[in-house]
């Protein structure tokens, strides 16, 4: 299984600021992943975080509000942008095997609050 | 489309008593499939998955999880719960290929509370 870590681990950030959440994994892998967890509610997939190439966000996801990095296949940043209080979430990095038959792994998550 | 769902947003039982988690899934084609389990202020943990084979899974903690096909049914069960299993339960599928390749579907969750 792979190891990640997130930071911060949580942030309170005023309306109208932009946060970036790092993600790092203890070994290569092919698949990240950027997941939304609403309070109460389960996980929404924002974009799956390509190697050399743009992520590819899911519908009502945009790369102005949540640009992703993906420099290598350890690392991976999501910057949330011009922070409202509807962005108040824990985020999770996710990362993937080598097929469908895989299970993900996800990080600790990063708790966002926006005043 | 592929879809999960956890009709059940808690459920409680007595420690020592057995518990049942149920999901159903909706895909295309072949479902594999997940259960994860989140304790407060942690990410998700891998519980088992389905991929083929055997319709009974062993995971961890002593949980186990049932296929049933012809009911698109993946229940999460443990013969004897413990309070340490309280936490929030989620089931996952993913479909055998096309354009959804690598993507979980989750369910909504279930929050599991066993009690002394």
């Known amino acids: 299984s792979a190891v990640i870590s997130q930071k911060p681990s949580r942030d309170i950030c005023q309306r109208g600021t932009s946060l970036t959440i790092q993600c790092q994994v203890d070994s290569q892998v092919t698949m990240m992943f950027w997941y939304r967890q609403q309070p109460g509610q389960s996980l929404t997939l924002i974009a799956t975080a390509n190697q050399g190439s743009e992520a590819t966000y899911e519908s009502g996801f945009v790369i102005d509000k949540f640009p992703i990095s993906r420099p290598n296949l350890t690392f991976s940043t999501l910057t949330v942008s011009n922070m409202s209080p509807e962005d108040s979430s824990i985020y999770l990095c996710?990362?993937?095997?080598?097929?469908?038959?895989?299970?993900?792994?996800f990080g600790p998550g990063t708790r966002l609050t926006v005043t | 489309a592929q879809s999960v769902a956890q009709p059940e947003d808690q459920v409680n039982v007595a420690e020592g008593n057995p518990l049942t988690v149920k999901c159903t899934y909706s895909v295309s084609g072949n479902p594999y499939l997940f259960w994860y389990v989140q304790y407060p202020n942690r990410g998700l943990q891998f519980l088992l998955k389905?991929?083929?084979?055997?319709?009974l899974v062993k995971g961890s903690y002593g949980f186990e999880a049932e296929f049933n096909k012809s009911q698109t049914s993946f229940h999460l069960k443990k013969p004897s719960a413990l309070v340490s299993d309280s936490a929030l339960y989620f089931c996952a599928v993913r479909d055998d290929g096309g354009s959804t390749l690598g993507r979980l579907y989750f369910g909504r969750g279930t929050q599991l509370t066993v009690w002394p």
């Open positions: 996710s990362v993937g095997g080598k097929g469908p038959t895989y299970e993900q792994y």
């Open positions: 389905y991929i083929t084979g055997d319709n």
